[in-house]
């Protein structure tokens, strides 16, 4: 299905999401399941009420210690799960809309976790975000540099 990998394929994908995402990481998962893919799942488990940074938090983390080789978020405007992953000094989480946003955060960014938002995208559309996503390479060049620029240094 996917033409190549632009992250270390025998590491599993990381997935998180709150009450808001909580269907569409459902969903997700067994899309990515059955693209033959280990996903690691972070919860939450239900639509129940619970704070975001409480899943994105292990997301990142798991991306920045290098256990998952990419990750995924979700939430109601993908706001602030980006927010709170993107505190992690390794990650570079894109919230993205569509499949050019999602293209262009790897290509361009090195975007290392993809931020859905839920409430503003179809099921199909993040099905597609996430092929192009994990599909792939950074393209280097002129924009290493920048993605150097991007961790602060006082």
Same mark, same amino acid.
């Given at each position: ?8 394929i025998?590491?599993p994908?990381?997935?998180?999401a709150?009450?808001a995402?909580?269907? +569409? ?5 067994? +899309?990515?399941?059955?693209?033959q893919?280990? #996903?690691?799942?972070?919860?939450t +488990?239900?639509?129940?009420?619970v ?5 994105a ?23 602030? #799960? ?37 409430r503003? #995208? ?10 192009t996503f ?12 920048? #993605? ?7």
């Open positions: 299905m996917f033409s190549n990998y632009a992250f270390n025998n590491k994908i990381a997935i998180g709150d009450h995402g909580f269907e +569409y990481k459902e969903l997700l998962k067994r +899309y990515l399941s059955d693209l893919f280990n #996903v690691k799942d972070f919860g +488990y239900s639509t129940e009420s704070d975001y940074p409480d899943f938090h292990p997301v990142a983390s798991s991306v920045e210690i290098n256990e998952c080789g990419l990750g995924i978020l979700i939430c109601g405007s993908a706001n602030g #799960v980006a927010i709170t992953a993107n505190k992690h000094a390794q990650i570079r989480a894109a919230i993205c809309w569509n499949n050019e946003i999602a293209s262009l955060a790897r290509k361009h960014n090195d975007a290392n976790i993809i931020c859905i938002p839920a503003f #995208v179809d099921i199909s559309e993040a099905q597609k975000m996430i092929q994990i599909s792939t390479d950074f393209e280097g060049g002129r924009h290493l540099n920048r #993605v150097n620029k991007i961790p602060f240094n006082k």
